[in-house]
């Protein structure tokens, strides 16, 4: 698992989804980070990333954080057809206690530490 700040995990990011007149720095399917000049003129072109699409299983973070601030330590990402990834932050018995990505954000161990 990842230990990326969350500074750099909420960095805006964009995927291309057309190509635009005189493009020949970018492919259909790459993400941006740095985006200012293709982006503004062709905004329809891009679709904008949530802070876990388009990344791998080992690209993401080792804490995660709930909706109502509680800090999770993840023991593995695992991801179910192409749907977004769950974080298992436990087990109850022979059930995993899984959080969806689309219900928590990037935390840190000093997150976790602190709460």
């Not at 635009?20 to 503004?40: A, E, F, I, R, T």
């Not at 329809?44 to 388009?54: G, I, P, R, T």
């Amino acid at each position: 698992m990842n230990t990326v700040t969350p500074i750099i995990w909420n960095q805006p990011r964009l995927k291309v989804m057309a190509d635009w007149p005189g493009n020949s720095s970018y492919k259909v399917g790459d993400v941006l980070v740095d985006y200012q000049s293709p982006y503004s003129n062709y905004p329809h072109l891009f679709k904008s990333l949530d802070w876990w699409e388009e990344r791998n299983l080992d690209q993401l973070p080792g804490y995660v954080k709930n909706s109502t601030g509680e800090v999770f330590k993840v023991q593995k990402w695992k991801s179910f057809w192409q749907g977004p990834p769950f974080a298992i932050i436990g087990h109850t018995g022979l059930y995993e206690v899984k959080l969806s990505c689309m219900l928590c954000t990037p935390a840190t161990e000093i997150d976790f530490k602190n709460q």
